[in-house]
């Protein structure tokens, strides 16, 4: 008999970073914070711009919509950096 494995990952607990209710708490802030990361390929801009006005409808947000440089090379730390300090929650869009 065949038996198929399965593969759940989990994520890691974060470490030094505070939850995104925690962070709201700590800010005294009611709108969460979405982050969305433009990788700058075709398409991607507005894959973002739906999911965050779906979001925007649901809920109050704040978007802070950022982009790499290319599409070609990772996002820079400063960046990434940026993202992480300033919003709860990150998208990022992988579009052709």
């Avoid at 995104?20 to 709108?31: D, L």
């Avoid at 433009?38 to 409808?57: G, H, P």
């Avoid at 440089?69 to 990022?92: F, K, M, P, Q």
Wanted: net charge negative; charged share 25%.
């Amino acid at each position: 008999m065949n038996t198929i494995p399965w593969i759940i990952p989990v994520a890691p607990e974060p470490r030094g970073h505070a939850t995104a209710a925690a962070s709201q708490k700590e800010r005294g802030a009611a709108v969460f914070r979405l982050g969305l990361l433009d990788n700058t390929k075709d398409n991607a801009r507005k894959l973002l711009e739906l999911i965050a006005a779906q979001v925007r409808a649901e809920m109050p947000i704040e978007v802070l919509l950022r982009a790499k440089d290319n599409a070609a090379t990772g996002a820079s730390h400063e960046l990434l950096d940026e993202l992480a300090r300033e919003a709860d929650c990150v998208i990022t869009a992988m579009a052709d």
